[in-house]
């Protein structure tokens, strides 16, 4: 299981820090995926990390303004989320993935739900003036 938190309401342009932390397991060998699902929108991949080598990767609509990160001590993923947009509002998660993207895939193959085992439950941010 994964426990996502850091959820919260701010205003345009605010920032959030997103937890993503596992139950039972340790994230170690595993890449790790934010995705987030807006009301009545497919789910989407947002960012991707390598446990093994701390690759990562951004979808274009957030480079710049996210950044996820590993602290291997506490075995926590987050995703921080800066200059935070209006259309951005969603459920946002986080998921394993247990084979490492390669680094030439394009951004639908690198989210691949179908490559995901282990889903959080979700945690809402709101954006809103």
């Known amino acids: 299981q994964l426990v996502e938190s850091g959820g919260g309401s701010v205003q345009p342009g605010g920032s959030l820090r997103l937890s993503c932390a596992p139950s039972?397991?340790?994230?170690?060998?595993?890449?790790i995926g934010w995705f987030r699902q807006a009301p009545g929108k497919q789910r989407e991949g947002v960012s991707c990390?390598?446990?093994?080598?701390?690759?990562?990767h951004y979808v274009d609509s957030v480079k710049g303004r996210f950044t996820i990160s590993r602290d291997s001590d506490k075995d926590v993923v987050y995703l921080e989320m800066n200059s935070l947009k209006p259309e951005e509002p969603a459920v946002y998660y986080c998921?394993?993935?247990?084979?490492?993207?390669?680094?030439?895939?394009?951004?639908?193959?690198?989210?691949?739900?179908?490559?995901?085992?282990?889903w959080g439950q979700g945690t809402q941010v709101t954006v809103s003036s």
């Open positions: 998921a394993t993935r247990p084979r490492d993207p390669a680094p030439t895939l394009r951004d639908p193959e690198i989210y691949d739900e179908s490559e995901y085992d282990i």
């Open positions: 039972g397991f340790t994230l170690d060998y595993y890449s």
């Open positions: 990390i390598s446990t093994s080598d701390g690759w990562t």
